[in-house]
């Protein structure tokens, strides 16, 4: 039981971890590197969150 919770906590650490990185890679996009990409900061983040926490 108590190895089933520290791997759950581990396992959410690490999503945590991966979803702070590609936020703030998303969040240090220029305005031009968005336009270049067109694409949208607000979707990006909302796909992001929709990937990693489902």
Avoid: P, T
């Amino acid at each position: 039981m108590f190895d089933n919770f520290v791997s759950r906590a581990r396992a959410s650490m690490a999503k945590r971890r991966h979803y702070n990185r590609l936020v703030a890679e998303i969040e240090n996009l220029s305005s031009r590197d968005l336009a270049d990409l067109r694409a949208d900061r607000s979707e990006m983040l909302y796909q992001v969150h929709k990937q990693i926490y489902g």
